[in-house]
T-cell receptor, first 111, second 112 residues
Framework: GEDVEQSLFLSVREGDSSVINCTYTDSSSTYLYWYKQEPGAGLQLLTY?????DMKQDQRLTVLLNKKDKHLSLRIADTQTGDSAIYFC???????????FGKGTRLHILP | GAVVSQHPSRVICKSGTSVKIECRSL??????MFWYRQFPKQSLMLMATSNEGSKATYEQGVEKDKFLINHASLTLSTLTVTSAHPEDSSFYICSPDRETQYFGPGTRLLVL
């Protein structure tokens, strides 16, 4: 069945890079997403990657996809206090299909 | 600015009452709306898909008579939690079916 797994917590010092990892089971996943949820707020789409890509970079964010291992990662360079949030990995087969979410990784920034 | 709004943002109700949550798309027409539910420290789960002018499609395990969804217009979809119980306390989020995945700000429901 469809499943998305990610670690629940990550602590990183301010200024360091954060790497959040995710694995998924559905090999037919076409779209892979990273969402950010700040306390008390809804989800915000950070970035997404097509399954035929292996890397996408957008400013401080770098997404790496290993389709063979069904492994997705989100790297945040120069982590700031404003990056403190829960990050959700998600996948869907089509762009207009339902999205399957992981449980979210809570990123904690250490001073 | 926001493209999807939800009302109310937070609601506290007594057990047994019904609560209606509105989701509005502000700048566009949404023929399809996804409704998600998020439990504390858990992932978002898709509850149902509402389609303008027709019946909603519910995910397995979601009681359609308890979670009533109405999508009467292209800019408004509503989720009504009927006879709410404490276990219905959760964060409910809507998302229109669009090229870019927008989400509403969410409605936090607390049933006492």
């Amino acid at each position: 069945g469809e499943d998305v797994e990610q670690s629940l917590f990550l602590s990183v010092r301010e200024g360091d890079s954060s790497v959040i990892n995710c694995t998924y089971t559905d090999s037919s996943s076409t779209y892979l997403y990273w969402y950010k949820q700040e306390p008390g707020a809804g989800l915000q789409l950070l970035t997404y990657i097509f399954s035929n890509m292996d890397m996408k970079q957008d400013q401080r964010l770098t997404v790496l996809l290993n389709k063979k291992d069904k492994h997705l990662s989100l790297r945040i360079a120069d982590t700031q206090t404003g990056d403190s949030a829960i990050y959700f990995c998600a996948e869907s087969i089509r762009r207009d299909d339902k999205i399957i979410f992981g449980k979210g990784t809570r990123l904690h920034i250490l001073p | 600015g926001a493209v999807v709004s939800q009302h109310p943002s937070r609601v506290i109700c007594k057990s047994g009452t019904s609560v209606k949550i509105e989701c509005r798309s502000l700048d566009f027409q949404a023929t399809t709306m996804f409704w998600y539910r998020q439990f504390p420290k858990q992932s978002l789960m898709l509850m149902a898909t509402s389609n303008e002018g027709s019946k909603a499609t519910y995910e397995q395990g979601v009681e359609k008579d308890k979670f009533l969804i109405n999508h009467a217009s292209l800019t408004l979809s509503t989720l009504t939690v009927t006879s709410a119980h404490p276990e219905d306390s959760s964060f409910y989020i809507c998302s229109p079916d669009r090229e870019t995945q927008y989400f509403g700000p969410g409605t936090r429901l607390l049933v006492l």
